[in-house]
């Protein structure tokens, strides 16, 4: 049982290492002619929109997969669902490591497809965690390695990308492409430890449906229940707040102060440092003390003056340190909104309404990406002040509509019960 514990926590490392590792090398391929890949004449604003493309790739067939991912777990098992999604991510590393040999830009542009469609290998390894679980405590200690995972990803990503990728730390060794050879044997290794110590606990025989519509109606169904679309509108403009800053850290950095792979790669470590903080000190004390809404809102706000820092930065260290209460901020607000999500819906409809939260969650990605992609082109800063604007309309939901009767219970203290 403890191996399978380990299995399913080194799972949920290398799922979210993928994006910190990748994003900042993405950045140095399409806006550094020097990398060798793009023409040396392209402008800021095609190669802004290159990496816009390649973001959104990621997330819009992400979003696209979350249904039948998912169903796909509850029909073949958890053990076949991981290996399933581990292995299309795999397949993902070693075509982005093809891509770069032959600069091919169309080859990455499927390497992100591949990877974001099968990115379930976390809310699955959270599920299996569940599974393993015999009561709520072991539950709450199993959840926390699925959090210490996520936040031993967010500082392993950026630290291979920035470490393998620059020749000023470890010579000549060093290459654009040897972060995702690294990735991809990390990759592998879960598959085995996956395959050799975990094993489902219960027999799934679920019917498989595959039908690409299945997302839409998900979302669709969201209009009978109040109080979900209630959240869920906050959630999709909290989520474009932050994750319009986020992906766009890299890009700013290279653009305003010349930084290159190290330099991109230690933002992104700066901010998974801070969420891993938040994550394993600061959530539990501030739940117990204050309102999921107010920790929600508090943290919202944090988030929008945090981007107003970023931007307003006049060195990279004053840039850095602004990252710092931006993911402490985040990392305070996620749990408490996923709570409101659980809290809105009954025991029989959680695996639907965490449905509806990761799809929100990824089509809001996908859509700044491409937003703020087109808008490149008027400056380094236009991704941070949609951002910004979607950390103001969720502020806005949140005081119209979370104050509704049926939203009392959903957004109240964290003892409350749903």
């Not at 299995?7 to 090398?25: C, E, H, S």
């Not at 994550?279 to 539990?284: A, I, W």
Request: hydrophobic letters at 55%; one cysteine or more; glycine letters at 10%.
């Amino acid at each position: 049982m403890r191996m399978a514990r380990f299995a399913l926590t080194w799972v949920v490392l290398v799922d979210v290492m993928g994006q910190g590792l990748a994003f900042p090398i993405f950045n140095t391929l399409v806006t550094d002619p020097s990398a060798g890949f793009v023409q040396q004449n392209i402008t800021a604003s095609a190669a802004g929109m290159d990496y816009s493309v390649l973001v959104a790739a990621f997330f819009l067939t992400w979003f696209m997969g979350v249904v039948i991912i998912s169903r796909l777990s509850d029909s073949v098992g958890r053990r076949w669902g991981i290996l399933i999604c581990l292995g299309g991510a795999f397949t993902g590393y070693v075509l982005t490591i093809v891509a770069v040999f032959i600069d091919s830009f169309a080859l990455l542009l499927i390497s992100r497809a591949i990877t974001g469609f099968t990115a379930g290998t976390q809310p699955i390894a959270q599920a299996a965690m569940v599974d393993l679980s015999t009561n709520e405590n072991e539950k709450a200690r199993n959840m926390g390695l699925i959090t210490l995972g996520i936040s031993g990803g967010l500082v392993a990503g950026p630290l291979i990308g920035g470490v393998f990728s620059d020749k000023s730390l470890i010579g000549d060794i060093a290459t654009l492409w040897l972060p995702f050879l690294i990735g991809g044997a990390l990759n592998l290794v879960a598959m085995i430890f996956v395959f050799v110590w975990f094993h489902d606990r219960k027999t799934y025989h679920a019917p498989l449906r595959v039908n690409p519509l299945d997302i839409f109606r998900l979302l669709w169904e969201v209009k009978d229940h109040p109080a979900v679309m209630r959240v869920s509108g906050a959630f999709f403009f909290f989520q474009l707040s932050l994750l319009g800053a986020w992906i766009f850290i890299a890009t700013y950095l290279t653009d305003t102060f010349g930084l290159k792979t190290g330099g991109t790669s230690l933002g992104m470590l700066v901010f998974g440092v801070g969420l891993g903080f938040a994550s394993v000190v600061l959530v539990g004390p501030v739940t117990a003390r204050f309102p999921r809404w107010a920790i929600v809102a508090a943290a919202q706000v944090g988030i929008i003056a945090s981007i107003a820092l970023f931007i307003g930065a006049q060195t990279p260290l004053i840039a850095y340190v602004a990252l710092v209460p931006m993911a402490v901020c985040f990392g305070l607000a996620y749990p408490a909104i996923l709570t409101v999500f659980s809290a809105t819906a009954g025991e029989d409809r959680q695996g639907w309404v965490m449905g509806v939260q990761t799809a929100l969650a990824t089509l809001s990605a996908g859509s700044v990406s491409l937003l703020s992609g087109e808008l490149l082109g008027l400056g380094p800063r236009a991704p941070f002040y949609v951002a910004i604007l979607g950390g103001v309309i969720a502020l806005l939901i949140m005081a119209m509509f979370w104050r509704a009767p049926t939203m009392r219970t959903p957004i109240g203290s964290a003892s409350a019960q749903p």
